[in-house]
């Protein structure tokens, strides 16, 4: 059991593991518990499990899988980051695109670690995250970096994300203005530039690419 009066230095790394497969939990557990430093301390199969048991058990590191059931692991990222600063928060895919990169790196994760790694990157991640918490880490970040600076930024301003998520409940330009304040005119202007920042013709594509990259955790049309 983890010794929370210890040093940093002289305890074990708490860990929490968020993933919806049993076998990758156990795997991924059975891996970090042969460290030294690092010791798991609970798992869930869900964001609402998952910080459920962050809320519990406090660890010093949570490590989710970008997609869950009921939403995704940016939804678990964002929540913890409301709270916590000092938390490390490793973010774990088989989607590990430029696109899911700066999803997570803006959401505010201490790493991103596709699911093709070798285990001891998982490790490393974790250990930084740990001292560095709000120093996001990843293997390929330089290249996406130099990929992104090559062309169009396609990251969300904070508007944007929510018409967005306006979009995603079903509503026309002429309702999101009236919800945000804004002209029929510049709602529009908002939704086209979301389109063309996600490589969308229309509202069902810009949709699917938003869920796949983790800016929008389920589509609920009508239920906000």
């Known amino acids: 059991m983890t010794d929370a009066t210890a040093a940093p230095s002289e305890r074990q790394l708490s860990i929490l593991l968020i993933d919806d497969h049993e076998l990758i939990r156990e795997g991924l557990g059975s891996v970090i518990d042969l460290e030294d430093d690092m010791t798991v301390v609970g798992t869930a199969g869900s964001v609402r499990d998952g910080l459920d048991r962050f809320g ?7 490590i989710t899988d970008l997609q869950l059931p009921d939403g995704t692991g940016l939804d678990v990222v964002r929540t ?25 790196m803006e959401a505010g994760a201490s790493g991103f670690v596709g699911k093709d790694a070798p285990s001891t990157d998982v490790v490393r991640a974790a250990r930084h995250a740990a001292v560095s918490p709000r120093a996001f880490v990843c293997a390929g970040l ?24 306006l979009l995603a ?18 709602a529009k202007s908002h939704i086209a530039k979301i389109y063309q920042k996600l490589g969308a013709q229309n509202r069902a594509q810009a949709l699917v690419t938003a ?14």
């Not at 973010?91 to 430029?98: A, I, K």
């Not at 409940?169 to 510049?186: F, V």
């Open 169 to 186: 409940d079903g509503l026309g330009a002429q309702q999101i203005g009236a919800q945000l304040y804004l002209s029929e005119s510049t």
């Open 211 to 224: 869920m796949r990259i983790g800016l929008l955790s389920s589509i609920q049309p009508n239920e906000r």
């Open 142 to 165: 330089a290249q996406a970096m130099m990929r992104r600076t090559s062309g169009e930024s396609t990251a969300l301003t904070e508007r944007e994300h929510d018409v967005l998520l």
């Open 56 to 62: 519990a058990l406090a660890p010093d590191v949570v």
């Open 80 to 104: 913890i980051r409301k709270t916590s600063n000092t938390t490390g928060v490793i973010v774990l895919t088989m989607h590990s695109g430029d696109d899911q990169i700066f999803a997570a």
